[in-house]
């Protein structure tokens, strides 16, 4: 009976090991397919078989990078930003994300003046998105198990100095998994609880209220992007980079 279910277990984790492998290399026909599409300037073709990867769950800057190039050479603006956005939150410091960003922006008809985020803020999603929210929850787990192996040593070691070494380097890993649990928060709230949206309707009037009737506040044109305040039915109230806020339809914008 036990080697009957150990057998069963194997062939589980086996079809399992197989479904992963056949995945990742559908996923590498399907990516390398529409890099050829791209190439020869078929465009369609190529967001067609990346957007297909997409579709499935999988997530990674470079599929969004190239989606989003794909949908610039499309002219599609607002799909453009909201990619490369999207590739930007996984690799915040890569200059070819960054670059192609600020050209799909310069095509948005909206110019805002923007209120200057505090330096630390920006430093502060900067580092949280350097790594996964995965492996800073794995350093902040290790560290802190470190600090609990060095506080026994500094409780139960008779040596002055093992004690002074083991309260210091305890206190340094208890700093370290602290640190890293809040850039674990941050990250997860940046990538998979985003409240920034772009406009994806050619031409919107912000509300006063969540209503047709409330009063035309500010204009709006697809590519914009916008911070999600609050939601009251099938509207949201949204706040622009220069700090003005006005309510529009949930269905004319993407979250990013």
Not at 37 to 56: F, H, M, P, R, V
Not at 117 to 130: I, P, S, T
């Amino acid at each position: 009976m036990k080697s009957r279910s150990r057998y069963i277990l194997i062939s589980l984790v086996l079809v399992f090991t197989a479904s992963l492998v056949f995945a990742q290399e559908e996923r590498s026909v399907k990516f390398n397919k529409g890099v050829e599409y791209y190439t020869a300037s078929d465009y369609q073709g190529a967001l067609d078989e990346w957007l297909d990867i997409y579709n499935t769950g999988y997530r990674s800057a470079e599929l969004y990078y190239n989606i989003g190039n794909a949908y610039f050479k499309l002219n599609n603006v607002p799909g453009a930003i909201l990619f490369f956005e999207r590739a930007r939150l996984l690799k915040p410091g890569d200059s070819n994300i960054n670059y192609n960003l600020q050209m799909a922006r310069t095509l948005v008809v909206d110019k805002f003046e923007e209120i200057p985020e505090l330096f630390f803020v920006k430093w502060y999603d900067f580092l949280a998105l350097m790594l996964q929210t995965n492996t800073w929850a794995v350093i902040s787990i290790v560290t802190f198990m470190l600090f609990l192996i060095l506080l026994s040593v500094y409780i139960y070691s008779p040596g002055y100095r093992t004690k002074v070494l083991g309260f210091w380097t305890a206190m340094l890993f208890l700093l370290i998994s602290v640190s890293s649990l809040a850039f674990t928060v941050r990250n997860r709230n940046l990538v998979y609880n985003s409240s920034e949206a772009v406009i994806f309707t050619p031409s919107l009037n912000g509300k006063s209220s969540p209503d047709n009737s409330g009063t035309d506040l500010f204009v709006l044109h697809e590519g914009s992007k916008v911070t999600i305040e609050d939601n009251v039915g099938e509207w949201y109230e949204i706040k622009l980079s220069d700090g003005n806020k006005g309510w529009v339809p949930s269905s004319s914008l993407t979250i990013i």
